[in-house]
Each structure stands twice: as structure tokens, then as C-alpha cells.
């Protein structure tokens, strides 16, 4: 037993000073090729194993013989693992250049293309998330071009629509102050209207504004569902009648809900608005409120007859107005903008989707909670 317990004393001191030496040699080559790291890992076990089998052959006073072959063994042992380790330190180096190329070619060209080699586990995990990442910025590209897109069509649309009113405007003044009118006070009155469209068009831009700065400052109470969809049928139905729709809220439950009521009757009142605008005479243009599961659901029904396919993703957009028109009431396709933008900030989704005759456009927002007992 003394002898058992010498021998692996004198074998764990002869690998533990190969051991030490590997470390030392590691740590000054740690910011060179995995492939040298690798072959110095194998020299340290099987140097290791030379050592411990020398101290423990220098021990036990074996013949030169004896020592020689052991030696000879050792040695064969060390070309194998080296040999070995220098195959794989390759495989893993070849890999890794392959995949700094592939990842090279993501930043210049944005896409990623993984490999066709096989990896190590650590580098094909590392191979998926390059993928994904490169699928995300895709994706983020192609919002951004939208995004831009609609930009664009929004400061070509918001230039006609601002220049259309002066320039009406600067006509009547110029004709006012000429004394050429027959009729002043309804030179006046199509000035006024024009001045508050232009209002309502800066009112809404500043709207966006906020809304795409992350500043908009909700103040949200409890309120039932039947008050606010009441106050917008209200505010709407002179234009409805202007228009001769009918409107019609006979499935409205009262649900509670924590919104900011000034907010959402905009939201509202811009649904409704642009339902009238979009829904010929002697249509229908119904509105509903509803709890779905933990929510409430508010929707609003025209008869415009529907809306393309290709366009539905699209309505939401900055700048959308669903035709190339250019003169009211057509407005600056900001209104339902707005409306995902305020839906949004409430934490609710607003969707859209075409019914029999016209199209549905629906808020979900989060039930209230119950009130405190």
C-alpha cells in the first residue's frame, strides 16, 4: 500500500510540473490561432504523462532498458496526440475562417449565407444566431424602407394639400383687397374653413409628432365603453347627416375600460370620420363594443365597398390614403396613423380586415380591472 501511494505521489508531482508549465505556455499564447492552443493542450497531457512515468521509473530505479521503452512508448504516444491535435486544430481553424468570411460578406453585402462546412457545436450555434440576427435586420430593412417610403409620400401629399389652401387664400385677400368681391362675407366664410382645415392638418401633424417621439402624455381613468362611443356618435353626427349615412350603435355593451378619454374619442372620432367620408349616401356605418376575454374590442363598419388586399397591411402607414386623390376629402392620410399610433400607446392593437360590402376596422384595448371593494 506504501508503495501504491509513493508511486502516485511521485507520478501527480511529474504531471502536476508539466501541468504548471502547460498552463504558463497557454497563458502566453492565449491570443494566438485555436489551432496552437490545441496542440499545446495535447503536449501538456502527454508530457504529463511522460513526466509522471519518469518520476515514478527514476523511483523505482528501473534498468535503461526498462526506461527506454517506456520512453520510446511515451514518445510514439506524444507524435499520435500531436498528429491528432494538429488534424483538429485545422478543421476548427478552417471553420472559423469560413465563418469570419461568411459574417465578413453579412456586413458588406447585409445578408448572411452560413457556411457549407460542418462546424463544432459552438460554432453552428453561433452560425444560427448570425442567421437570425441577419433575418432581423432584414426585416428591419424592409420596415425602414417602408417607413421612408411613406415619409416621402407624406411631405409630397402634405406640400399639395398645404399649397392648395393658400393659395387659395392668397386669391380671396388679393381679391378682397382690390375691392373686386360682389360678396365679401362669403369670401370670409370659405376663408375661415380653409384656415381650419389648415389647423386640423398642423393639429394632426403635431399629433404624429409626439406619437413617433414616444412623448404622448396619456391620462387615463376609468370610464364605461357606452359613454365614449356615445360622445364620438355625437361629435359625428353632423357629418353623418352632411354625408346622409346612417349611423347605427345598437351593440355597444358597457364594459369598463382605463383609457384617456380625449385620446381615444380621437381615435373614435377619426375611425367614424373617415368610415363616413369612405360609405356612399343611404349607407350604414355601425359601430360595436364588445369584451373579448380579457379585452374589449371596438369596432366600426362602412360600406366602402372594401379595401384591396395588397392594401390592407398598408392602411395604418403614414401617409396612406387609399386612392391618388389629392383634394378633400381625401385629407393627408394621417388620421388612422394616428389612431395605431394612440391604440398603441394604450397597449391595445388596431386591425382591419374587408366584410360584406365595406371593411371593419377594430380597437382591442385591455379590460379595466375590477374595481377595489
Same mark, same amino acid.
Given at each position: 500500500? @506504501?508503495?501504491?501511494?509513493?508511486?502516485?505521489?511521485? !507520478?501527480?508531482?511529474?504531471?502536476? !510540473?508539466?501541468?504548471?508549465?502547460?498552463?504558463?505556455?497557454?497563458?502566453?499564447?492565449?491570443?494566438?490561432?485555436?489551432?496552437?492552443?490545441?496542440?499545446?493542450?495535447?503536449?501538456?497531457?502527454?508530457?504529463?504523462?511522460?513526466?509522471?512515468?519518469?518520476?515514478?521509473?527514476?523511483?523505482?530505479?528501473?534498468? $535503461?532498458?526498462?526506461?527506454?521503452?517506456?520512453? &520510446?512508448?511515451?514518445?510514439? /504516444?506524444?507524435?499520435?496526440?500531436? /498528429? &491528432?491535435?494538429?488534424?483538429?486544430?485545422?478543421?476548427?481553424?478552417?471553420?472559423?475562417?469560413?465563418?469570419?468570411?461568411?459574417?465578413?460578406?453579412?456586413?458588406?453585402?447585409?445578408?448572411?449565407?452560413?457556411?457549407?462546412?460542418?462546424?463544432?457545436?459552438?460554432?453552428?450555434?453561433?452560425?444560427?444566431?448570425?442567421?437570425?440576427?441577419?433575418?432581423?435586420?432584414?426585416?428591419?430593412?424592409?420596415?425602414?424602407?417602408?417607413?421612408? &417610403?411613406?415619409?416621402r409620400e407624406l411631405v409630397a401629399w402634405i406640400s399639395h394639400d398645404l399649397r392648395t389652401p393658400? *393659395?387659395?387664400?392668397?386669391?380671396?385677400?388679393?381679391?378682397?383687397?382690390?375691392?373686386?368681391?360682389?360678396?365679401?362675407?362669403? @369670401?370670409?366664410?370659405?376663408?375661415?374653413? $380653409?384656415?381650419?382645415?389648415?389647423?386640423?392638418?398642423?393639429?394632426?401633424?403635431?399629433?404624429?409628432?409626439?406619437? +413617433?417621439?414616444?412623448?404622448?402624455?396619456?391620462?387615463?381613468?376609468?370610464?364605461?365603453? @357606452?359613454?365614449?362611443?356615445?360622445?364620438?356618435?355625437?361629435?359625428?353626427?353632423?357629418?353623418?347627416?352632411? +354625408?346622409?349615412?346612417?349611423?347605427?350603435?345598437?351593440?355597444?355593451?358597457?364594459?369598463?375600460?382605463?383609457?384617456?378619454?380625449?385620446?381615444?374619442?380621437?381615435?373614435?372620432?377619426?375611425?367614424?370620420?373617415?368610415?363616413?367620408?369612405?360609405?356612399?349616401?343611404?349607407?350604414?356605418?355601425?359601430?360595436?363594443?364588445?369584451?373579448?376575454?380579457?379585452?374589449?374590442?371596438?369596432?366600426?363598419?362602412?360600406?366602402?365597398?372594401?379595401?384591396?388586399?395588397?392594401?390592407?397591411?398598408?392602411?395604418?402607414?403614414?401617409?396612406?390614403?387609399?386612392?391618388?386623390?389629392?383634394?378633400?376629402?381625401?385629407?393627408?392620410?394621417?388620421?388612422?396613423?394616428?389612431?395605431?399610433?394612440?391604440?398603441?400607446? +394604450? +397597449?391595445?392593437? *388596431?386591425?382591419?380586415?374587408?366584410?360584406?360590402?365595406?371593411?371593419?376596422?377594430?380597437?382591442?384595448?385591455? *379590460?379595466?380591472?375590477?374595481?377595489?371593494?
Amino acid at each position: 500500500m @506504501y508503495d501504491t501511494l509513493l508511486i502516485a505521489l511521485f !507520478a501527480f508531482l511529474g504531471s502536476a !510540473a508539466a501541468g504548471l508549465l502547460g498552463v504558463v505556455v497557454l497563458r502566453a499564447l492565449r491570443r494566438r490561432s485555436l489551432m496552437v492552443s490545441l496542440m499545446v493542450v495535447a503536449g501538456v497531457t502527454v508530457f504529463a504523462m511522460l513526466a509522471g512515468t519518469l518520476a515514478v521509473a527514476w523511483a523505482m530505479f528501473l534498468s $535503461e532498458h526498462d526506461l527506454s521503452v517506456v520512453t &520510446t512508448v511515451d514518445a510514439m /504516444a506524444a507524435v499520435v496526440s500531436l /498528429a &491528432t491535435a494538429l488534424l483538429l486544430g485545422r478543421w476548427v481553424v478552417a471553420s472559423g475562417r469560413a465563418l469570419a468570411a461568411a459574417t465578413r460578406s453579412f456586413g458588406e453585402a447585409g445578408s448572411f449565407a452560413a457556411p457549407e462546412e460542418p462546424a463544432t457545436a459552438e460554432l453552428a450555434d453561433l452560425t444560427r444566431e448570425l442567421e437570425l440576427t441577419s433575418a432581423r435586420l432584414a426585416a428591419s430593412r424592409d420596415r425602414e424602407r417602408a417607413l421612408e &417610403t411613406s415619409r416621402r409620400e407624406l411631405v409630397a401629399w402634405i406640400s399639395h394639400d398645404l399649397r392648395t389652401p393658400l *393659395a387659395g387664400l392668397r386669391a380671396m385677400s388679393e381679391a378682397l383687397e382690390d375691392g373686386v368681391v360682389a360678396d365679401p362675407d362669403r @369670401y370670409l366664410r370659405r376663408m375661415r374653413t $380653409e384656415v381650419e382645415r389648415l389647423n386640423d392638418m398642423v393639429g394632426d401633424l403635431f399629433e404624429l409628432s409626439r406619437i +413617433h417621439a414616444g412623448t404622448l402624455a396619456l391620462t387615463p381613468s376609468r370610464m364605461s365603453v @357606452y359613454d365614449l362611443v356615445g360622445d364620438a356618435l355625437a361629435g359625428a353626427d353632423p357629418l353623418a347627416r352632411e +354625408h346622409g349615412v346612417r349611423l347605427v350603435g345598437d351593440g355597444i355593451e358597457a364594459v369598463p375600460v382605463e383609457v384617456d378619454g380625449k385620446e381615444m374619442s380621437r381615435v373614435l372620432g377619426n375611425l367614424l370620420i373617415n368610415a363616413i367620408r369612405r360609405t356612399p349616401a343611404d349607407g350604414t356605418v355601425a359601430v360595436e363594443a364588445r369584451r373579448a376575454g380579457q379585452g374589449v374590442v371596438l369596432s366600426v363598419t362602412d360600406g366602402c365597398g372594401g379595401i384591396p388586399e395588397d392594401d390592407l397591411p398598408r392602411v395604418f402607414d403614414t401617409g396612406w390614403r387609399g386612392s391618388d386623390a389629392r383634394t378633400p376629402p381625401a385629407g393627408a392620410g394621417l388620421g388612422l396613423a394616428i389612431v395605431r399610433g394612440i391604440v398603441e400607446a +394604450h +397597449h391595445g392593437k *388596431a386591425s382591419v380586415r374587408n366584410v360584406t360590402g365595406g371593411c371593419r376596422f377594430e380597437v382591442t384595448l385591455p *379590460a379595466a380591472q375590477p374595481a377595489a371593494g
